[in-house]
């Protein structure tokens, strides 16, 4: 098999991603800090490039999600413009990659490669391009397309827009008559010092990876597990194999929360008070409203789920693509079941969905280093996006006490490899 020519790099590098909008930053806290003043980006960009993050990177939604007809606002929601952001990022920092989450359904191809392009030779080769489709039909409402394109052809799309770009970023002229777009460009910038923006891809579909593997330099992936992150290498190094590549030339970088202490109980305790934080009773009941379809105010959070069932067929589009198959009373069949075997309440229910548990690593600092080493052992993954669940002060665990334990036991680099964020990805130079 393919798998045998893989061979894992035994170093894991971190990134800190930061969300647009979601459910798992806690704003509730004293804590909390801005979402939108400059300062807090400033000191997290700044902790992360303490603590030798290859990336800050930034996801993006382009349209605030609604709930029942109305702004859903129990989440965090809102941030400044991802490239913009990173703009300034770069001017304060010197060798963080500086990674902007831009779809391919609603932009255009020239325009979104001279912007990133911009970055990246601003940043003197530090920029790369999370490469989304985006999953969601309400977004297009903001382009006048309303639900435009579906799945497969998102991706279609995403294949031919990738291979303009990178004819823009190496200089050559562009001559592209396609299904969506007729490009007559001559290019006006110089070729950037690591020879184009680093590319990330994120979504997780056969097409999706089809796209990651053919294009791409790095998956952002959902599968942080160890099991799954292993099931997830081994078909990723099939497909880079089947699209023509070396086995090691797409790196996997799975998004992944910290909840950390000096003792295992401090972390279990800390992550019982995180986890109150994140999901409270109105959005334990907002979140089951989106399959149920109706008004859930009523009922008593730390009570059971629904006994009735859903009074729609398909549960909320504004779930976006991967949910709008989901046949609601069906859904909501397996959920009473599991949560009642479980004991669960609605919002112990909830937050078994809405925290993602199997992108947690909880625990002691050392126990957390322990079992990263086995990531870095296997191969499983080649580093973390991290989602702060604080922000701005969420990093400085991981940076104080984390990473000095990884780089103790040589599964984390030192410093910095190079200027670029090729170089410290370990990527192979673009040919
Ligand atoms: C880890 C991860 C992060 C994502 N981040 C974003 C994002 O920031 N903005 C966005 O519009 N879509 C984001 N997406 C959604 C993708 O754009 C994609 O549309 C979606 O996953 C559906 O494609 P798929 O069926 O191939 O997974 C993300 C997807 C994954 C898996």
Redesign the pocket.
């Known amino acids: 098999m393919s798998t045998t020519d893989f061979t894992p790099s035994g170093v894991l590098q971190f990134g800190c991603f930061f969300?647009?909008v979601n459910a798992g930053t806690v704003w509730k806290s004293p804590e909390s800090g801005s979402q939108i003043d400059f300062e807090s980006f400033r000191q997290m960009v700044t902790t992360a490039e303490r603590g030798k993050f290859a990336a800050f990177f930034?996801?993006?939604?382009?349209r605030m999600r609604e709930h029942r007809g109305r702004i859903y606002d129990l989440d965090v929601s809102g941030r400044p413009d991802a490239q913009t952001l990173l703009a300034a990022a770069a001017a304060i920092t010197g060798n963080i990659g500086l990674v902007a989450?831009q779809?391919t359904t609603y932009n255009d191809p020239v325009d979104l490669a001279r912007r990133l392009h911009s970055l990246d030779l601003l940043s003197e080769g530090r920029a790369a391009w999370?490469i989304?489709?985006?999953?969601?039909a309400w977004?297009g409402a903001n382009f006048r397309r309303g639900g435009y394109l579906d799945?497969a052809d998102?991706?279609k799309h995403a294949e031919a827009f990738v291979r303009v770009a990178k004819d823009i970023w190496a200089g050559r002229a562009v001559d592209h008559v396609g299904d969506h777009y007729r490009i007559d460009f001559t290019p006006a910038l110089p070729v950037s010092p690591q020879g184009r923006p680093v590319l990330f891809q994120?979504?997780?579909?056969?097409?999706?990876?089809d796209v990651a593997t053919g294009q791409a330099d790095v998956i952002?992936?959902?599968f942080a597990a160890l099991e799954k992150a292993q099931e997830f290498r081994t078909d990723i190094v099939e497909r880079t194999v089947k699209a023509g590549r070396p086995a090691n030339d797409v790196k996997i970088m799975?998004?992944a929360e910290f909840i950390l202490a000096d003792t295992p109980a401090e972390a279990k305790e800390r992550e019982a008070r995180v986890r109150g934080l994140q999901v409270g009773p109105e959005q334990a009941i907002a979140y089951l409203e989106q399959y149920w379809g109706t008004d859930l105010s009523g009922l008593d959070a730390d009570g059971p789920l629904p006994e009735f069932d859903p009074v729609v067929e398909e549960s909320d589009v504004t779930r976006?693509?991967?949910f709008q198959g989901a046949k609601a009373k069906e859904l909501a069949q397996a959920w009473r079941k599991e949560a009642e075997e479980k004991g669960w309440s609605i919002r112990q229910f909830a937050t078994s969905r809405l925290t993602q548990p199997g992108n947690s690593f909880v625990g002691s600092y050392d126990e957390v280093a322990d079992r990263l080493a086995e990531y870095a052992r296997t191969g499983a993954v080649d580093g973390f996006?991290i989602s702060p669940w604080l922000v701005p002060s969420g990093l400085d665990d991981i940076v104080n006490g984390l990473v000095p334990r990884l780089q103790d036991r040589g599964i984390y680099p030192a410093d910095y490899a190079g200027p670029t964020l090729r170089e410290n990805l370990g990527l192979r130079p673009v040919g």
């Open positions: 969300q647009g930034l996801g993006e939604g382009l989450t779809n999370n989304v489709t985006t999953d969601n977004t799945h998102r991706y994120a979504g997780a579909s056969p097409q999706g990876r952002f992936s959902p799975p998004v976006g693509a991967m996006n």
